[in-house]
């Protein structure tokens, strides 16, 4: 188990390191992302949109390379965990160290056939079974943004995808702004009343971040205000900047969907680690 767990600790670092890297790059001051305000006539909000935005080819590309290790050592962990219980069932060597590796299904079927498997006990086994994404949730602790996928499913997903295709693509999208307006010029602001129902039917209508873009390139837009005051020019550069945010395959957010699949990777290893002689 030592190997599983110092996979399992090198990938918490590289996780901390991808977190770094975004956050680092983004507060440069050469990396900011700026931000020019235009009066939309059809509706009379300004418009706030993306004005410039730095070159993040080698970012992302740096970035990529750092995930894909996290994934590597995440799914190399229980790899080594599967090896060690043969080590324990078999008494001694296993006689196909090659074939094992930990088994990631999506239906019972799937995980009768694999044969991955075949020197553990039937105990350990029906453990490894109980973590399988088509259990689900199975009543252990998970957060997770999105439509839901299964920890070990992502973990799966990414791990082929850098092993075998290409590397795992970060993107940034723009998630909010910085900015500030010319003196005697103000936002309107009308907190919203009423039932749940109403509140969010106002947000979705009114909500400067509705018609927001996902994408980081100049026009993109960010948000809109309604803005008071007198003699407002109906353009403003400069006005500020954009809080970019890095996620991953269907606008899933870098860090916590990293942190997502390593706790359950910690919930396995821990649960056998128990057993361990």
């Given at each position: 188990m030592k190997s599983s767990f110092a996979k399992l600790a090198r990938a918490r670092h590289?996780?901390?390191?991808?977190?770094?890297?975004?956050?680092?790059?983004?507060?440069?001051?050469?990396?900011?992302?700026?931000?020019?305000?235009?009066?939309?006539?059809?509706?009379?909000?300004?418009?706030?949109?993306?004005?410039s935005v730095p070159n993040t080819d080698e970012f992302y590309l740096q970035l990529s390379v750092v995930v894909g290790d996290a994934v590597h050592n995440l799914r190399s962990a229980l790899d080594h965990l599967v090896y060690h219980?043969?080590?324990?069932?078999?008494?001694?060597?296993?006689?196909?160290?090659?074939?094992?590796?930990?088994?990631?299904c999506g239906t019972r079927e799937q995980f009768e056939r694999q044969n991955h498997l075949d020197e553990l006990s039937d105990h350990?086994?029906?453990q490894i079974d109980s973590y399988q994404p088509y259990q689900g949730q199975a009543g252990r602790p998970d957060s997770y943004s999105g439509p839901y996928v299964h920890q070990l499913t992502l973990l799966n997903q990414m791990s082929n995808q850098d092993k075998h295709r290409q590397l795992n693509a970060a993107l940034a999208i723009p998630s909010g702004a910085r900015f500030a307006f010319f003196p005697g010029v103000r936002v309107e602001r009308q907190p919203p009343i009423g039932t749940p129902s109403e509140l969010q039917n106002y947000m979705e209508k009114h909500s400067p971040f509705r018609n927001s873009e996902r994408r980081l390139e100049v026009g993109a837009e960010v948000m809109r205000e309604k803005l008071l005051g007198n003699e407002i020019p109906d353009i403003m550069p400069d006005i500020g900047t954009a809080t970019p945010h890095v996620v991953l395959d269907e606008y899933r957010p870098l860090g916590p969907t990293l942190n997502r699949i390593c706790e359950n990777v910690v919930l396995i290893l821990n649960e056998f680690n128990v057993d361990m002689p």
């Open positions: 590289q996780i901390d390191e991808a977190n770094e890297l975004s956050t680092d790059f983004f507060n440069r001051a050469e990396n900011q992302v700026g931000l020019s305000a235009i009066l939309d006539p059809s509706d009379g909000h300004h418009v706030l949109r993306i004005s219980l043969a080590i324990i069932d078999c008494g001694g060597q296993p006689k196909f160290p090659r074939n094992m590796q930990f088994p990631i350990h086994i029906a």
